[in-house]
């Protein structure tokens, strides 16, 4: 029996070992071994048991010389021993002999520059389906050359003892950069191979001067050529915005800007399945069929049919697919430099303005803020949204300091003339309870007017609190809309929720360390 080589990492006798299979081979295999069912639209289906999202205080970074050092340490990137990591590495091995492994070898990066050769090694054959869909699939040719940098291992069904491995539970998610290897144990919510390799490269690439970014990005199909990019936190329309018939996806979540332009670092797509309608999005729903893997969506128990809307297993359903699955992709999920780049925030406040033209400095403070806000709760006494900050759009996948993303963010678009937008596509009239959101035709023509250039020409205001470059005009909206102060019965209400957001921002971006110019380029009024 062939082993690929898995031997070196103490994995002896296993029951078989399977390489690259195929979509439906590896679909029969999770049939057959594992708790799945078919859809009726021939997409595997899965449950993800207690870990249904990401698991954040069990993620970690191993403590290694050469590494540490770089490492931008605190309640994200949380440091591991070395000896503790040996510990469970041995483990895990040891829980894959006499089982069956399935291998699967891809690569992380679009652009062959800046790829990374990425083996995944898996307990579970969906799983390695997930990995499958969601990395770059090689070549008959590239896979007979093939040789790994980076080793991911994913044990689901091996349980570990705190105490024994000094975890925070039975799970632990571990990269080991200096070891090249990648550890998920314990869980089997899939997400946390992606976004492990996304972490990976998000540490690997701005070491070659390429931007790490979590976002979507789409191209035009009239033959310029022109890139946008989609920053935003969750509900903030990302998916929704970027999703375009009339131009390209080259991607929905991860992507490197280099010197030579924008390159997916995915081979898939992980889309939300919550709600999901034919109507709103097709393109999504078109793609849950054969070779898909959905987790945690409930079927009919016959008909298999899917209810979308149902969340009795989690909010977090979700389903992976190749890029091939989109009508309208990009391949290859390659681009220019973008000419547009988009903060999207859904301010629950209903205080910033429906769009704004950022500065070079305002770009890389509303970047490193990643900014957007929750609803009131229902707790007594709490009547003000809460508001939201990660790092970069993404704190969870950002191993280095921030200023080293700032840094780079601010020296593309200088170098490359790209214009900033910040789209609120919350609330306007009022804060959640009493405004209402903004409207979706309204956002989709600022988007549009923004990637077609209208916004660049247009004249603009300043408004007050945070000193935001508000347009006085754009095409198909409401002018009475664009500053926000406007539509507010209650002008004083808005003068207090204004200071207290701006209030907000500034403590956030305490935890940084930024250049001063950065940070006097965020809100005026504290």
Not at 18 to 24: G, K, Q, T
Not at 166 to 189: C, R
Not at 214 to 223: E, F, R, T
Not at 421 to 432: D, E, H, R, V
């Amino acid at each position: 029996m062939q082993t690929f080589g898995i031997e070196k990492h103490g994995i002896k006798n296993p029951l078989k070992v399977e390489r690259n299979l195929s979509p439906a081979l590896l679909t029969e295999e999770a049939l057959k071994t594992e708790p799945a069912r078919l859809m009726d639209t021939g997409a595997l289906l899965v449950e993800t048991g207690a870990y249904t999202g990401r698991s954040p205080k069990d993620r970690f970074i191993v403590d290694e010389k050469g590494v540490s050092e770089k490492i931008g340490w605190g309640s994200e990137n949380k440091k591991f021993p070395k000896d503790k990591f040996e510990l469970i590495y041995k483990k895990a091995c040891e829980y894959l002999c006499g089982k069956n492994v399935y291998i699967f070898d891809g690569f992380a990066g679009a652009d062959p520059k800046y790829r990374v050769s990425v083996r995944v090694i898996n307990e579970y054959a969906s799983e390695n389906l997930f990995m499958n869909n969601m990395l770059i699939r090689p070549t008959e040719k590239e896979l007979k050359s093939f040789k790994e940098d980076y080793t991911l291992i994913a044990v689901p069904g091996l349980k570990l003892d705190p105490k024994e491995c000094g975890t925070n539970s039975e799970a632990a998610i571990l990269l080991s950069l200096k070891s090249k290897i990648i550890l998920v144990v314990g869980s089997k919510y899939a997400g946390e191979m992606k976004k492990s390799v996304f972490s990976l490269m998000n540490y690997l690439l701005p070491q070659k001067g390429v931007l790490g970014m979590h976002c979507s990005a789409n191209m035009a199909l009239d033959g310029s050529g022109d890139t946008a990019l989609f920053f935003g936190l969750s509900g903030t329309g990302k998916t929704t915005l970027s999703a375009d018939p009339k131009r390209g996806l080259i991607g929905d979540d991860e992507h490197g800007w280099s010197d030579d332009g924008i390159f997916n670092i995915e081979g898939g797509c992980y889309a939300k399945c919550i709600d999901l309608s034919k109507e709103h999005e097709p393109e999504i729903y078109g793609a849950i069929r054969f070779g898909a893997l959905v987790e945690n969506v409930v079927v009919d128990p016959v008909k298999r049919t899917p209810d979308y809307a149902d969340r009795s297993l989690t909010e977090n359903t979700r389903v992976s697919y190749p890029i091939d699955f989109i009508p309208n992709k990009v391949v290859p999920s390659v681009g220019k430099h973008p000419k547009t780049v988009i903060f999207l925030t859904a301010d629950a406040f209903g205080v910033l303005p429906p769009v704004a033209k950022l500065t070079k400095e305002q770009a890389m403070f509303y970047f490193v803020s990643g900014y957007t806000s929750k609803v009131a709760g229902t707790e007594r006494g709490i009547t003000d949204p809460v508001s939201t900050f990660s790092t970069c759009f993404g704190a969870p996948f950002m191993p280095l300091p921030s200023a080293v993303y700032a840094k780079l963010l601010g020296e593309k678009i200088e170098k490359h003339g790209s214009s900033v937008y910040l789209i609120n596509t919350g609330w306007t009239g009022g804060a959640y309870g009493v405004g209402k959101r903004m409207s979706l035709p309204a956002t989709r023509a600022i988007v549009t007017a923004a990637l077609d250039g209208t916004l660049a020409s247009v004249e603009y205001e300043t408004e007050p609190f945070f000193g935001l470059a508000i347009p006085k005009t754009c095409p198909n909206v409401d002018s009475n809309i664009l500053n926000p102060k406007n539509v507010w019965t209650d002008k004083a209400e808005y003068d207090r929720l204004a200071k207290k957001l701006a209030g907000d921002f500034a403590e956030n971006i305490k935890k940084y360390d930024l250049d001063a110019a950065i940070v006097a380029a965020g809100p005026k009024a504290q």
